[in-house]
T-cell receptor, first 112, second 113 residues
Framework: DSGVTQTPKHLITATGQRVTLRCSPR?????VYWYQQSLDQGLQFLIQ???????AKGNILERFSAQQFPDLHSELNLSSLELGDSALYFC???????????FGPGTRLTVT | GDSVTQMEGPVTLSEEAFLTINCTYT??????LFWYVQYPGEGLQLLLK?????DKGSNKGFEATYRKETTSFHLEKGSVQVSDSAVYFC????????????FGSGTRLLVRP
């Protein structure tokens, strides 16, 4: 158990819909990273937050957004969903010195 | 930009065989290097890491040495077990301010009894 929690574990929704994925980092970790794992793109970095502020963006679509709240949990919002958004979404957290990243169990999103 | 290349899988071995999974990288400066493992239906677990040239990371019988001259970080284990069956990802953390991980494509290992 990494100490990072993600909910829900599975999500099935239809094209055009909007979903919210939630991540709680390890106790004391200030950084949260979001990654997408798909068959065609592999594991790709989406976005990073540090202590409530956006720090870096990767290959994140404009339909996707994220935020980190004062209690340090983070949410990834995916809207106008397309079939190609079906993937595993992981969050990871890291401590103040940005050492190792610890990954949550992931949320499997299926868009039908 | 920075990138990681891993050998294609699947790699199929018999129990107690020697394992090598090749990983090479392209990066500016001196990135930190990692191996993560993903067991079926689970998230990624950090297996080992190395932060500078000639460092050897090791954990649970797995080892990898940071070779700057060959830009490689090959994963090895002397005697694999059925329980090692998983997908292994090589990753680097670059020198920019984001500290994001850049992953290879993953190598599936299947160990047969």
């Amino acid at each position: 158990d990494s100490g990072v929690t993600q909910t829900p574990k599975h999500l099935i929704t239809a094209t055009g819909q909007r979903v919210t994925l939630r991540c709680s980092p390890r106790s004391g970790d200030l950084s949260v990273y979001w990654y997408q794992q798909s068959l065609d793109q592999g594991l790709q970095f989406l976005i990073q937050y540090y202590n409530g502020e956006e720090r870096a963006k990767g290959n994140i679509l404009e339909r996707f957004s994220a935020q980190q709240f004062p209690d340090l949990h983070s949410e990834l919002n995916l809207s106008s969903l397309e079939l190609g958004d079906s993937a595993l979404y992981f969050c990871a957290s890291a401590g103040q010195n940005e050492g190792e990243q610890y990954f949550g169990p992931g949320t499997r999103l299926t868009v039908t | 930009g920075d990138s990681v290349t891993q050998m294609e899988g699947p790699v199929t071995l018999s129990e107690e065989a020697f394992l090598t999974i090749n990983c090479t990288y392209t990066a500016t400066g001196y990135p930190s290097l990692f191996w993560y493992v993903q067991y079926p239906g689970e998230g990624l677990q950090l297996l080992l890491k190395a932060t500078k040239a000639d460092d050897k990371g090791s954990n649970k019988g797995f080892e990898a040495t940071y070779r700057k001259e060959t830009t490689s970080f090959h994963l090895e284990k002397g005697s694999v077990q059925v329980s090692d069956s998983a997908v292994y990802f090589c990753a680097l953390r670059g020198m920019d301010s984001s500290y994001k991980l850049i992953f290879g494509s993953g190598t599936r290992l299947l160990v047969r009894p």
